[in-house]
Structures are given as C-alpha cells and as structure tokens.
C-alpha cells in the first residue's frame, strides 16, 4: 500500500506531514524520493543504512566500426552527444539513459557501459529508504525507480515526493493508491495545489488534502477543495510552538500526545479510504 504525500511547490510541509505519518504508522516505510535534497531522516532519525549505487547505462562509441554519419548525433534530445568531423564526443554527464543512440546505430558502434549517478541507502530494518542524487546529474528518476524496488507490498509506504508537479514527481507516483495533497492558505499555496490536483486527476489517483499554517482567510482554499471535491483531511495551524520545534528536528508528533493522536486518525482515515475505493473498483468489475 502506497500513499503519496506531495504538493505544487515546496517548503510547503510535506516532510512534515509523510515523516509524522510514517511514525505514527505500525511497521510502515518512508521513502526519501526528494533525491536533490533528502532530508527526511532528519526526523525519523536511522543510524544504520545501508548504501547501494545506482548504476544507469551511457553510450560508449568503438572508433574502429563507426562511420561518422552523425545519426546518434541527430537522435539525442538532450545534447549528449556532438558528432564534430566525423569524430563522436559523449558527454555522459547530460545522457539521459534512452539508449536511442544505440538503436539508430546502423554500424553497431555503439553500446553502453554502466555509469553511477547516485545511492540508495537502506535503514536496517527497511523503515526508512531514500535517494541521493549525485551533483551535476541531471535526472533522479532511476533513483526514484530503484527507491520503488525496496517498497515492501505488505507495508504501507509513505513516498515524501519532490517539490512540484514534474517528471520526478510523476515517477514518485506511480503505482500509488492514494495521494496527499499538502497545501497552505496564501495565493501561491493554492496556485500549486490546482497544478497538483490536475496531475493526481490524470494519474486517477484519490487525494485528500491537508492544510499546513492553517489560519486566517481559507475561503477561497475551501471553495476549491468543495468544487473538486477533495476532502480536507487535516489542518496544522500556524504555530510559532510548532516551527520553532521542527527547526530543532522535532516533529509535532513528538512534541505533543495529541499530534500524535491526530496524525494516527489521519493514517487511519487514508487506509480506509484506499480500502473503500478498492472495494468500490471491484464492484464495478
């Protein structure tokens, strides 16, 4: 079972929101898949990983069987490769792993050799797995596919996805049977919401939103969650209390007994809500 926390932008309180989730959660799993930044175990607080590179496939050319002719030159949506004379550079550093070069390689100069781009670390008892993104790369996604690979069926999973509503965030949801969409009540806060619940939408993944600094004029943030129906699962006030814990590493769950009740009904509320809509999927089966 797996629950996606994201939102449109970020510093919005995702981390916050998977990572209190993922605590109060019996025998669940937390997936780092901000694989920039991962900063999740800030909070959950693991010593013991273990760390696994994940290797991707780049292009390596056999001088001796090429032609020059330039199509995987052509091919190459991404600048990796410069046919300049006849002669093939490769610039493995902006190669995103589509193996298309190859393919149009009529000569067969062309095959690949494996390349690091960055870990995956696991905690010893497989509560905590995240991603680290290798600097100057310029794709997290197959670190976000080899973050999926140690998710365990039997266990929920909660995946702290990156800021936005990108490619890496669409990795992140695949597969997923609910998302939560965290927001805030400023202009900006609901701009992005829109954008990521246009994306859940597309993806036909439920969503509940949660809203964080909640306080103040939330009129307009309310009408948006009642016309696209979307439940409001949670509000986390604005809390000078809250933040000035969060700073220190210390989530509200552990910070007051009746967070921790809050974020447990939360859990609680969105395993239902999965168990309802598959129960509703298979009746129209």
């Not at 079972?1 to 970020?10: C, D, P, R, T, Y």
């Not at 991707?56 to 330039?70: F, Q, R, Y």
């Not at 004379?85 to 493995?92: A, D, E, N, T």
């Amino acid at each position: 079972m797996k629950v996606a926390v994201l939102s449109g932008k970020g510093g919005t309180g995702k981390t916050t929101v998977s990572t209190s989730l993922a605590k109060v959660t019996p025998d669940s799993q937390y997936a780092d898949c901000d694989v920039e930044e991962p900063n999740g175990n800030i909070f959950m607080k693991q010593t013991r990983f273990e760390s696994k590179p994940v290797l991707v496939l780049v292009p390596d050319v056999d001088d001796d069987l090429c032609t020059g002719c330039g199509a995987c030159g052509d091919i190459c949506q991404f600048n990796a490769i410069a046919v300049v004379k006849g002669r093939v550079l490769i610039f493995p550093e902006l190669c995103h792993h589509c193996g298309a070069c190859r393919l149009v390689c009529q000569p067969g100069a062309i095959s690949e050799l494996e390349r690091s781009i960055g870990t995956v670390d696991v905690s010893a008892d497989r509560s905590v797995v995240q991603g680290c993104l290798n600097i100057g790369e310029p794709s997290g996604l197959p670190i976000i596919g080899a973050i999926q690979t140690y998710l365990e069926p039997n266990r929920v999973c909660f995946l702290d996805c990156p800021p936005g509503a990108g490619c890496s965030v669409v990795k992140t949801l695949e597969g997923c049977q609910f998302a939560v969409l965290v927001t805030e009540p400023t202009p900006f806060g609901l701009h992005d919401l829109k954008i990521a619940v246009q994306l859940v939408k597309q993806m036909n993944i439920p969503a509940g939103v949660v809203i964080n600094k909640a306080g103040g004029d939330q009129k307009e943030l309310a009408e948006f969650c009642d016309e696209q129906r979307l439940p409001v699962l949670m509000e986390i006030p604005f809390s000078r209390e809250l933040a000035s814990a969060y700073a220190e590493g210390i989530l509200p769950v552990d910070h007051d007994d009746s967070w921790h009740q809050a974020f447990k009904t939360l859990s609680d509320q969105i395993i239902a809500r999965i168990n309802a809509h598959a129960a509703d999927r298979s009746t129209q089966q």
